[in-house]
C-alpha cells in the first residue's frame, strides 16, 4: 500500500487507510458528451499523399454501414468535419468561374456576336486546364492554399483575352483585314509583369503579417503559372480563332437586339459621355483638383475613424468553442453545474 505519512517510530498511515481505491480504466473528470450522451472519440486523419475528400467519402461510407450493425443504443455521427470546406471551397471555385466565363461572354456578345465572345471566353477553362495539369511538376496540390490562389486568378485571367480581343476588333473596324489584325498584337506583356511586381513583393514582408502572408509564394507560383499558360494561349491560339470569327462575322447580318444595343451604346458615347469628357479636358486644372481632393478623402476618412479597418478580422465560421477554467479543487459536481 502507498504511504502517506510515516513516523519516526515507525507508524505509518497507507492511502487504503483514508481513501477508497478502485481500478478503472476512466476517470469521472474525463467525460465527454455528445448531443448529452457519454461518446467515445475516435479522430481520423489522412496523409500526404491521400485526398482528403476521398477520404471523407470512405468515412461516410463506413458510418453507413457500421450503423446497420452496431448493438441497439449505440449510434454512430460524424463530427467536426474539417475536410468538407475543402469542398466548400471547390465549389466557390467552379461557382465563380462558372459566373466569370457567363458575365464576360455576355459582355463580349453585346460588342463582337456570338463566335467572337466564346473563342475569347474560352481563354479562361483553357488556362486553368493548363495550370492544373503543370501544378505537380512544381510540387503543388490541390489543396485550400492552392484554391485561394486559384479564385484570385478568375479575376485576373480575362484581362489578356479581352484586351486582344478588343484590339483586333478595333483593327478591323479602320479597315486591316481580319487576319493581319489578329497577327498585330498588342503589348499586354506589362499587365503579366505588373502582377509578378505586386504579388512578388508580398513574399518579401516580415514581422506579423509577413507571418501571415507566408503562403504567399505558394500563390505566386500558381499565378504565374495561370498567367503564362494565358499568355501562350492568347498569343498562339487566340488570334487565330478571332481571326476566323471575324472573317465569318462579316457574311452574316447582326441580330436585331445587338444592333439595336450598338445604336444606343453609341448615342450614349457621343452624346453623353463625350460631352463629359470635352468638358473635362476643357477645365484641364478642375478635373485633377478634384481627382486629388478625392484622393485626399479616400486616406483621410481611414485616418479619421469614418471607415473602420481591422487588420485581422474575426473570421465567421461554423463552430463556436467555449473554455471554463475553474479554481484547482473543485468538486467535479460544481464543475458539472457550471458546464450545465
Same mark, same amino acid.
Request: aromatic share 8%.
Given at each position: ?8 517510530? /515507525? ?21 465527454? !458528451? ?6 467515445? @472519440?475516435?479522430? +481520423? ?7 482528403? %475528400?476521398?477520404? &471523407? ?7 453507413? $454501414? ?9 449510434? !454512430? ?15 466557390? !471555385? ?43 511538376? @512544381?510540387? +503543388? ?9 486559384? %479564385? ?28 493581319? $489584325? *489578329? ?5 499586354? #506583356? ?9 504579388? /512578388? ?9 509577413? =507571418? ?8 505566386? +507560383?500558381? #499565378? ?7 499568355? @501562350? ?12 470569327? #471575324? ?7 447582326? *441580330? ?20 463629359? !469628357?470635352?468638358? $473635362?479636358?476643357?477645365?484641364?486644372? &478642375?478635373?485633377?483638383?478634384?481627382? %486629388?481632393?478625392? #484622393?485626399? %478623402?479616400?486616406?483621410?476618412?481611414? $485616418? ?23 479554481? =484547482? /479543487? ?11
Amino acid at each position: 500500500m502507498l504511504v502517506v505519512v510515516s513516523g519516526d517510530s /515507525g507508524t505509518a498511515i497507507h492511502l487504503g487507510e483514508i481513501a477508497e481505491i478502485t481500478d478503472r480504466f476512466d476517470r469521472d473528470e474525463e467525460v465527454i !458528451l455528445f448531443n448529452g450522451r457519454r461518446v467515445a @472519440v475516435l479522430g +481520423i486523419a489522412k496523409t500526404r499523399a491521400q485526398d482528403i %475528400l476521398m477520404v &471523407l467519402d470512405r468515412v461516410r461510407e463506413f458510418i453507413a $454501414a457500421e450503423r446497420e450493425r452496431v448493438p441497439r443504443g449505440i449510434t !454512430l455521427a460524424l463530427t467536426r468535419d474539417r475536410a468538407s470546406v475543402v469542398q466548400d471551397r471547390l465549389d466557390l !471555385l467552379l461557382h465563380n468561374g462558372a459566373q466569370g466565363l457567363l458575365l464576360v461572354f455576355l459582355t463580349l456578345w453585346l460588342f463582337f456576336g456570338v463566335r467572337y465572345s466564346l473563342w475569347a471566353t474560352l481563354g479562361l477553362p483553357v488556362s486553368f486546364l493548363g495550370a492544373l495539369f503543370t501544378l505537380p511538376l @512544381v510540387g +503543388i496540390t490541390i489543396n485550400m492554399i492552392s484554391m485561394v490562389g486559384l %479564385l484570385i486568378g478568375i479575376g485576373l485571367l480575362m484581362d489578356d483575352a479581352i484586351v486582344i480581343a478588343e484590339n483586333i476588333a478595333a483593327r478591323v473596324a479602320h479597315g486591316d483585314p481580319p487576319m493581319r $489584325a *489578329a497577327v498585330e498584337l498588342p503589348g499586354i #506583356l506589362s499587365s503579366f509583369a505588373t502582377t509578378l511586381l505586386v504579388f /512578388g513583393s508580398l513574399a518579401f514582408i516580415t514581422g506579423e503579417i509577413g =507571418q501571415v502572408l507566408r503562403v504567399v509564394p505558394i500563390l505566386l +507560383i500558381l #499565378l504565374i503559372l495561370v498567367i503564362l499558360v494565358s499568355l @501562350v494561349e492568347a498569343f498562339f491560339i487566340l488570334p487565330n480563332h478571332l481571326g476566323h470569327s #471575324l472573317a465569318h462575322g462579316r457574311q452574316s447580318a447582326l *441580330a436585331r437586339f445587338r444592333v439595336g444595343f450598338e445604336h444606343g451604346f453609341t448615342q450614349f458615347r457621343e452624346h453623353g459621355f463625350g460631352p463629359l !469628357l470635352d468638358r $473635362a479636358v476643357d477645365y484641364r486644372y &478642375l478635373t485633377p483638383g478634384l481627382l %486629388l481632393m478625392l #484622393l485626399i %478623402l479616400t486616406l483621410a476618412m481611414p $485616418a479619421g475613424g469614418k471607415l473602420k479597418f481591422v487588420l485581422f478580422p474575426d473570421l465567421d465560421g461554423d463552430l463556436v468553442e467555449a473554455r471554463v477554467l475553474l479554481p =484547482q /479543487g473543485t468538486p467535479l459536481a460544481r464543475t458539472r453545474e457550471v458546464v450545465e
